[in-house]
């Protein structure tokens, strides 16, 4: 059976739904109001981060820490609960806790507007027109709570797999048909799903503690997890960590390897396949290797190749899946070449000192966007080859689509790894680059300096006082050249001596 999440506004009957359908069902039911209180024991002030919306982005910044020791404890509650049983969870905006999680039904509850207003008056003792006026307020709160924490919009309707709207019908027929539509195969958990939950459960598990240790609490800690492997990244000037985080994330339940590496900053590669042997594995670690950077890898399968991406794909589908109505056997699972080149990849960067984790995606590209962490600065983001079943132009189109997709909703330089050796490497056309940039720098400077007397006359001499308006002219022109010139003999010359 599926985690059930239901999305609903502030003093509606989203809760009553909620309830109703937990116990139709006979599932176990968990509010976010559980939640809160879980942060709260583990020292996280959540009314803080609830202020932060009224209050200027400086503030914000300053609660960002606070914001994903609370992200941790959400997912980590909600992930132990479920693995208890079915469950039904009544929240703001729950299902972002789970990318990746195909066994999950979102609703979205529109409430009755009459019915929120006198629920309102009720519990509050206000006037209508004061009601109306606090639930305006209230909504936009909740709103911007769910962009700051989630960095998403409550009301995309696309986020969710169903919308109820309570003004056509009532609470219990709602359960009812939602008792029906959450046993439909389409729900079901899959050995690639639970593993994903597993993952993500691991990930909240290791931020939890580091972030209850006082001696890295304050520690500014990437943390990834891929099939029980713990993957924590830290600044240079962090490096006494080296020694602490495996004594803090001793005996983590659930973790099967503990990884830590050193990172200024991070480069995400994505594409279907990897190798650790390719000539683009050399070029990402040259390129990590000059930035101090940790790598992390996302291998993604498209949504037209989800039927083949196999269990190891959080989120896949596969034909005989859709075959058997989306269940699957839990058969023993063995590894596929892809998966083989896959972990020797990721082995490669651990022993490099330079692994920012990996994991694995298939699906549509909102799932690709989801789990790329927006509270990572990505230095670069280098996209390589997918669609590798189709023909070659066929795969080019889908990089090229796939790399204009992240330069417009991520905030980092997004690169194809085709382009990425012409801009490393010093070949032949950067060879003729420079000369050409060369060439026309020492034009300039051989015209300017031959015929000094004249052009300082109409720059500020007699010729300028009859024809002001020819030294505009010239430095219009001649000074965006000369930058031009000047900035690839200076930019080649850097990446000849690999200094960036």
């Given at each position: ?136 307020d209230i909504d936009s709160d ?231 962490s927006p509270d990572i600065n ?32 991520v905030k980092a330089p997004v ?86």
């Open positions: 059976m599926p985690i059930i999440f239901v999305c609903s506004d502030p003093f509606g009957d989203g809760e009553k739904l909620a309830r109703s359908l937990a116990e139709k069902l006979g599932y176990a039911f968990l509010s976010r109001e559980d939640v809160v209180a879980k942060a709260n024991e583990c020292g996280i002030p959540v009314g803080k981060l609830e202020l932060a919306m009224v209050k200027k982005p400086a503030v914000r910044e300053r609660l960002a820490r606070l914001k994903e020791r609370y992200l941790a404890v959400a997912t980590s509650t909600i992930c132990e609960k479920a693995a208890e049983g079915d469950l039904v969870y009544h929240g703001r905006a729950g299902h972002f806790l789970l990318p990746g999680v195909s066994h999950v039904l979102r609703v979205r509850v529109i409430p009755e507007h009459g019915q929120r207003i006198e629920n309102v008056m009720r519990r509050t003792k206000l006037s209508r027109e004061k009601a109306e006026t606090f639930l305006r909740v709103r911007a709570w769910v962009h700051f924490v989630h960095g998403a919009e409550m009301d995309d309707l696309r986020r969710y797999d169903l919308v109820v709207n309570l003004e056509n019908v009532s609470v219990a027929n709602a359960a009812t048909a939602l008792c029906g539509i959450a046993d439909l195969p389409d729900f079901k958990p899959t050995p690639a799903s639970r593993k994903a939950m597993e993952d993500r459960l691991l990930q909240a598990r290791a931020r939890i503690r580091l972030a209850l240790d006082e001696r890295t609490a304050e520690a500014d800690l990437t943390v990834r997890s891929s099939e029980g492997a713990v993957t924590v990244t830290y600044m240079p000037r962090q490096a006494e960590l080296a020694r602490v985080i495996p004594e803090v994330l001793r005996e983590l339940p659930g973790c099967s390897a503990m990884r830590c590496t050193v990172a200024t900053t991070n480069i995400l590669w994505i594409q279907e396949e990897f190798r650790a042997d390719s000539p683009t594995m050399g070029e990402i670690s040259e390129l990590a290797r000059r930035w101090g950077a940790a790598v992390e890898l996302l291998r993604y399968a498209p949504a037209e190749q989800e039927s083949s991406a196999g269990a190891s794909h959080a989120g896949a589908t596969s034909p005989a899946r859709s075959a058997a109505g989306g269940i699957e056997d839990d058969v023993v699972e063995h590894d596929s070449p892809g998966d083989r080149s896959f972990h020797e990849s990721v082995d490669a960067l651990v022993r490099e000192g330079r692994s920012g984790g990996a994991q694995t995606v298939a699906g549509s590209s909102e799932k690709l966007l989801a789990a790329i990505y230095s670069l983001i280098a996209v390589g080859d997918v669609q590798l079943h189709k023909p070659a132009a066929v795969r080019m189109r889908a990089a090229r689509e796939l790399t204009s997709l992240l330069a417009r909703k690169i194809s790894t085709s382009e990425l050796g012409e801009k490393l490497h010093f070949g032949w056309s950067q060879i003729a680059k420079l000369a050409l940039g060369a060439a026309v720098t020492l034009l300039i400077y051989m015209v300017v300096f031959g015929y000094q007397a004249p052009i300082l006359d109409m720059l500020g001499g007699p010729a300028h006082a009859q024809r002001p308006w020819i030294a505009p002219l010239i430095v219009a022109a001649v000074a965006p050249l000369v930058a031009w010139s000047y900035g690839i003999v200076a930019s080649s010359l850097l990446k000849l001596i690999r200094l960036e």
